[in-house]
């Protein structure tokens, strides 16, 4: 079904395209040898290069260009083998050369494509139209002192990649749906962190809309939106507003706006320029950059399984639900972890206590996968117990409470708590007789068509032997008394 905003004049489609700037992964800037860490006290990660003095040359950074190709592999997408460096002319007070190096007419990487899910389990494809690498600016600092502003270098020449999509994006989940699977993707390559709030990836969110069946109508490009629900929910604000303006006979000028979020709004920055406005030309420090095939096929080679493989291989070999599967995938550290707890054992209890149990507790606990107070090879330890019937479903939730709080291994839980599964049929036997005979009306009750009651007894067995017996044992005995 297709998303539709209701104006006065009827049903409106929104189209968006998305660019976004991902930082990329290196130890140094994209032209030069100066640390590309985040922080560092202002103007200490700058070299002569950065800071534009007069003479300096740019030298390329081998391991950016490689991680964009990974990139571009992980994208499904083309490899250019020749691409080129531009200079893209500006004036701001952190840019000190002048021109940022981007790449415009020759990108590195050309057209590729990334699956996305959404709520209902649809599946759509949204295509890439390009990545290049660029340099990021320094930054202005105005909130230091009343009358001065300052200018940190650190981020000048930092490499980004950045990955422009198609128009193909219909609505704000599709939007959500698109950079969570982006940074997904960036995040198994180690191409970039994908961290939004540092800033080391951030969206330009172009939106139009248009009635159904019509061709596309002018786009606005809302800046620099720096987290995933901003993107969504400034989609929502800008096609409103524009349905606004189209509905009262105006027009929508392709301009650069801002979101607001505690305003609810965009506002205009600028009018759009246009390339030409930039005064694009090849930069003459810099060669064309040719790659050689078979050093792509060796980075190809390099890459590890992407997330979308990993999901499908998960169902295959595991037998678990695609969702199940895609929650295990959202991170390499959580495949992993689920990976070496499914080794060998039941593979789908291994997914409901990793999805259920451990990531509640995670929860509450505000810890990630990667400091679980529970190892992968100490729940699997705990599931052991259960599928050698030491302890039964019920009483693993306790071993795993225990686990949580004191560390200790299950086997050692159970042995310290006196937890074992009762599995002695005289003992089981005993305590069916008993609950019969105190409950000597239900079981009359039973006897005369009342088959709910069932659940009842099992419950009585089951609390007369402190949780402990054989679920299937108990069921055995008050099938064979009853
Ligand atoms: P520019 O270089 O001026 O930013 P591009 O043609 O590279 O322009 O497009 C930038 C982004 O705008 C792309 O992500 C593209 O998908 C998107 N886009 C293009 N046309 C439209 C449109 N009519 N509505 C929404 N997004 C659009
Ligand atoms: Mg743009």
């Known amino acids: 079904m297709t998303y539709t905003i209701e104006g006065k004049t009827g049903a409106w489609e929104i189209v968006v395209g998305l660019e976004v700037h991902a930082q990329i992964i290196s130890h140094s800037k994209l032209f030069s040898g100066a640390s590309a860490s985040y922080g560092g006290e202002p103007n200490t990660h700058v070299s002569l290069v950065d800071a534009g003095f007069p003479g300096m040359l740019p030298v390329l950074n081998q391991e950016c260009v490689a991680q964009a190709i990974r990139t571009g592999l992980g994208l499904r997408a083309r490899i250019n083998l020749e691409s080129r460096f531009d200079r893209k002319n500006y004036f701001y007070a952190d840019l ?14 050309g057209e590729g494509t990334v699956e996305i899910e959404l709520g209902d389990g ?108 901003y993107v969504m929910h400034s989609i929502e604000v800008e096609a409103t507003r524009q349905i606004e303006v189209w509905e ?13 979020p505690s305003r609810n709004e965009t506002r205009s920055l600028r009018s759009k320029e246009d390339a030409h406005d930039y005064r ?40 678990i639900p695609r969702y199940d599967a895609s929650v295990l995938v959202a991170e390499q550290a959580i495949a992993d972890y689920y990976e070496e707890v499914a080794k060998g054992r039941d593979a789908r209890l291994a997914a409901n206590w990793v999805t259920g149990d451990l990531f509640g507790a995670l929860n509450r606990t505000g810890r990630t996968i990667t400091d679980s107070p529970i190892s992968a090879a100490a729940l ?27 560390g200790d291994s299950a086997a050692a839980i159970v042995e310290r708590k006196g937890l074992k599964q009762v599995t002695d049929t005289g003992a089981i036997d005993a305590a069916v007789a008993d609950v019969m005979a105190r409950n000597a009306d239900k079981v009359e009750e039973y006897r005369g068509g009342k088959d709910r009651l069932f659940g009842f007894f099992v419950g009585q067995v089951m609390k007369a032997m402190a949780g402990k017996a054989n679920p299937a044992m108990v069921n055995e005995a008050l099938k064979k008394v009853l």
């Open 380 to 406: 699997g330890g705990m599931l052991d117990l259960v599928s050698d019937k030491t302890i039964n479903g019920k009483i693993a939730k306790e071993v795993f409470e225990d686990m949580l709080e004191t």
């Open 96 to 109: 000190p050369t002048g021109y940022q190096i981007s790449q415009f007419t020759h990108p590195i990487v």
């Open 248 to 260: 009262d006979g105006g027009e929508v000028d392709q301009e650069t706006r801002l979101f607001d």
């Open 280 to 319: 694009y030309f090849p930069d003459p420090d810099l060669l064309p950059l040719v790659v050689e095939q078979e050093w792509v096929d060796a980075l190809e080679r390099g890459l590890p399984e992407l997330p979308d493989d990993k999901r499908d291989r998960f169902v295959k070999e595991y037998g």
């Open 122 to 229: 649809t599946v759509r494809h949204i295509g890439i139209t390009r990545l290049h690498m660029e340099q990021d600016a320094g930054k202005s600092m105005h909130d230091q002192d009343p009358a001065r502003s300052f200018i940190d270098l650190n981020r000048a020449g930092v490499a980004l990649m950045e990955i422009v999509s198609e128009p193909d994006i219909r609505c704000p989940e599709e939007a959500g749906a698109y950079l969570r699977k982006l940074r997904q993707i960036l995040r198994y390559l180690g191409t970039c962190d994908g961290n939004m709030e540092e800033g080391s990836m951030r969206a330009d969110v172009n939106v139009s809309v248009r009635k159904a069946g019509e061709p596309f109508r002018t786009r606005c490009e809302i800046k620099n939106v720096n987290s995933i629900r």
